[in-house]
């Protein structure tokens, strides 16, 4: 059991670890002495540094080497078989910047680990601000890891936080904590969203917020914290639910995750004006420093830090989860647009060679179970994605209405009839008269590509036989830089090659090609093929297609193609967190072979120069529907209606608007308000009357000074008894003494 002084100090300064009891050492006690050895030279908790420990004894994470970070991770990960090593050149820059989902993969999933891994740096980080604030060495705490338990939802306990806290109020001493990025630092205050804007849009991951809150610490507070804590069970909400949820009035916040090494730096880096202070100060004793710190504060300020006791607390969000908590309200609001849309009649596209389509697939019944909602609004020709987003400060809402205009949009509750008679049955025709047309199927993982390229194929086969006896069938898959014939049953790993012509066409060598006589037969080659596609299971669907693949239905006797396109489900990357090396490659190289295709697409617009096929296989065996000026190009896009899959179904349409070379319809930003929570006034004492007075008294200390209402004098009212000194409420209480401060205290805390 560590010393009673060690635990106040830790506790006050490291808030977000475990009690010692709950805890399970990752470090053996030697590796922990060694561990201190430098840094505290005595049997004390905490010390001021000796005569010879040099300034940087404490050093900021993010300063440390490659070795320092490698010797942190091993001993804090010794004896766990899963964790893997660190990656060279993982230094203390590196590693401030991982996430948890960072933490997680390295602990192959181990999200307690991760979380305590994640929490230590940052404790480090604190160890490293009190010793730059006060030049006292603080002990390092050994790393907290919840005990393992069998399942996770059932048992999983967040750190036990209000315990802590319940701690520090009655034993931290007043002075206050540097607080992070608030009042006192706004160069600081203004670098942060800055910094957050562009650590996202570089990297394009989700966005993921750590957020300073400050809450008043009083014992009221603290009780309703304490119960907050014990009815709240989330065993999904990882980093989030590990802290506690703060009262929305109590928030204030700050955006640290993903920060840009600067602002990292500067939030943690002390000022010259700071080291300036601290150098003189380390010739000072602690209490010298401490009359002198205080003497220098404002009056204001020192009365105020004598009121309050602050508490800050970090809490992780990313934009998925805050939609979900959030789900009635934006839910709500959302219905609510919905019914102010005017019916207005669609009007009709204008007939052009690329048509370019959308279909909503429908809300499956797993994901309302995990409170997912719909934020698509598919009409007519438009579809509308209600991007449902937290402002700044994590706290106001707003929802940014996106519109989008298409050849048509279909509805979840569109049939593949109605699907096939607007997209693909224009297309077959097309065929028919000995032309060249392409049908591509867009769309992220699991929208409903392959789903909807199923019910089209059945059609067009039915429709093609209808005109024709027999047609060819040629099909292969495009895996990254590899092709694969999907019909050459013997040489399935075989990688076909391609050609080009003089005259500039491409050829794929050494395809298989089938002949089909009925409708039946072409499906029946088609599903086989299909089903011999690489698939691979992804965050978002069991069995995603990890490559593109390509139906080429030829007329006997003719060049007329009819090409199906089901391209594989794009990605984003936090999509892949969970995969190893090899799937996010795929997702790179599938998205860099979408990327070309709306090049290409865009070349053929602006009718102005050769489109770029060459920059992708996809793009390079499709030429021919890019060089005909008679081809036809129908797309698809397939887009989810879960508010999870805002961003993905956002960039589904976007990408697809450049391919027809439209823009955005719509764009509308309404802010959703909170309804407000009627909080029943107290009267201040000071207003009450005689007889209030008396029934506080009656009620005040759980009942115990009942018998003396009575007793108080005629007269009283709340004026007259704030007057009071506690000695007198003994005496109403008839010497008692314990009685009478506990109403003295009452009192006390009624006036607040
Ligand atoms: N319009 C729809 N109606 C009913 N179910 C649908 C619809 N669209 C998709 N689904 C279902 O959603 C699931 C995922 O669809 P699908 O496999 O077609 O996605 P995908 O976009 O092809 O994914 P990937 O690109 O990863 O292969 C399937 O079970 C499918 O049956």
């Not at 590509?449 to 024709?468: N, P, S, Y």
């Not at 005689?690 to 003396?708: L, P, S, Y």
Request: net charge positive; aromatic share 6%; hydrophobic share 30%.
């Amino acid at each position: 059991m560590p010393h009673p002084a060690v635990r106040e100090m830790e506790t006050t300064l490291m808030p977000n670890h475990l009690p010692l009891e709950h805890i399970q050492l990752d470090m053996n006690q030697e590796d922990y002495d060694m561990r201190n050895e430098d840094l505290t030279p005595g049997p004390g908790a905490f010390t001021s540094p000796p005569s010879n420990c040099p300034a940087g004894a404490v050093q900021h994470p993010q300063k440390w080497s490659e070795d320092q970070v490698r010797e942190w991770w091993e001993k804090r990960t010794k004896r766990r078989p899963n964790v893997e090593g660190l990656s060279k050149g993982t230094d203390g820059r590196n590693i401030m910047r991982w996430n948890m989902n960072r933490f997680e993969q390295m602990t192959k999933g181990d999200s307690h680990l991760a979380m305590a891994l994640y929490q230590d740096l940052r404790n480090e980080v604190q160890r490293f601000e009190h010793f730059r604030k006060t030049g006292v060495v603080l002990k390092a705490s050994p790393i907290a890891v919840p005990e393992k338990r069998t399942s996770k939802k059932e048992n999983f306990q967040p750190p036990v936080r209000r315990e802590v806290t319940e701690v520090k109020a009655a034993t931290a001493p007043r002075e206050k904590r540097p607080a992070v990025g608030l009042k006192k630092e706004p160069s600081v205050k203004r670098a942060v969203p800055k910094a957050m804007r562009r650590a996202s849009s570089n990297s394009g991951t989700k966005m993921t917020h750590a957020v300073t809150t400050k809450s008043e610490g009083a014992p009221e507070r603290l009780a309703c914290a304490r119960a907050r804590s014990s009815s709240r069970p989330s065993p999904e909400r990882k980093c989030k639910s590990m802290q506690p949820e703060p009262e929305p009035e109590e928030r204030r916040t700050m955006v640290m995750e993903d920060l840009a090494d600067a602002a990292l730096h500067r939030l943690s880096s002390p000022t010259k004006r700071e080291v300036s202070i601290h150098s003189a100060r380390s010739h000072k004793s602690e209490p010298e420093r401490k009359a002198e710190e205080v003497s220098r504060r404002p009056k204001s300020a020192r009365l105020k830090a004598d009121k309050e006791d602050e508490e800050e607390t970090r809490q992780m969000f990313d934009k998925r989860e805050l939609r979900k908590r959030h789900k009635d309200l934006f839910e709500d609001y959302v219905q609510r647009w919905r019914q102010r849309q005017p019916e207005t009649p669609p009007n009709e596209a204008e007939p052009c060679r690329v048509r370019v389509y959308v279909r909503k697939r429908p809300l499956f019944g797993y994901e309302q179970e995990a409170e997912e909602f719909d934020v698509a609004t598919a009409k007519g020709r438009k579809i509308v994605i209600h991007n449902c987003l937290t402002k700044a400060d994590l706290r106001s809402l707003f929802i940014s209405h996106m519109g989008f205009q298409f050849a048509e949009v279909f509805g979840e509750a569109a049939s593949d009839e109605e699907v096939y008679q607007s997209t693909a049955c224009p297309a077959v025709q097309h065929l028919l008269q000995n032309k060249v047309a392409t049908l591509f199927m867009f769309g992220q993982t699991g929208s409903g590509k392959t789903h909807t390229m199923g019910g089209l194929v059945q059609r067009a086969a039915q429709h093609i036989f209808q005109q024709e006896p027999t047609v060819t069938l040629t099909a292969f898959e495009i895996a990254g830089k590899v092709m694969r014939d999907l019909l050459d049953h013997t040489h399935k790993e075989k990688e076909l090659k391609i050609r080009e012509d003089k005259g500039g066409n491409t050829q794929v060598l050494g395809l298989h090609s089938l002949e089909a006589s009925s409708p039946e037969q072409l499906q029946r080659f088609m599903t086989e093929a299909q089903n011999g596609r690489a698939t691979r299971a992804t965050q978002v669907n069991e069995t995603s297609s990890r490559s593109h693949a390509v139906f080429q239905i030829r007329k006997a006797d003719s060049t007329a193609t009819l090409t199906l396109v089901d391209c594989a489900g794009s990605e984003r990357r936090e999509d892949t967190t969970n995969h190893d090396a090899r799937s996010r490659k795929d997702a790179a190289e599938i998205n860099s072979s979408i990327h070309a295709l709306k090049e290409c697409f865009r070349a053929m617009r602006s009718a102005k120069g050769q489109p770029p096929y060459r920059e992708s296989l996809l793009t390079r065996v499709l030429s021919d529907s890019f060089s005909s000026d008679e081809a036809m190009i129908v797309a698809i896009g397939t887009v989810s209606p879960a508010a999870k899959d805002t961003e993905h179904s956002i960039g589904t349409l976007r990408a697809l608007q450049q391919l027809q070379g439209t823009q955005m319809t719509l764009e509308e930003r309404e802010d959703v308000l909170k309804p407000k929570v009627e909080v029943e006034k107290e009267s201040h004492p000071k207003t009450w009357s005689e007889a209030e007075v008396r029934q506080w008294v009656e009620e005040a200390a759980g009942g115990r000074a009942k018998q003396f209402a009575a007793s108080v004098s005629k007269g009283t009212d709340g004026k007259n008894l704030l007057r009071w000194p506690a000695q007198r409420f003994v005496q109403l209480c008839e010497g008692n003494e314990d009685l009478g401060s506990k109403l003295y205290q009452e009192l006390r805390v009624k006036m607040r």
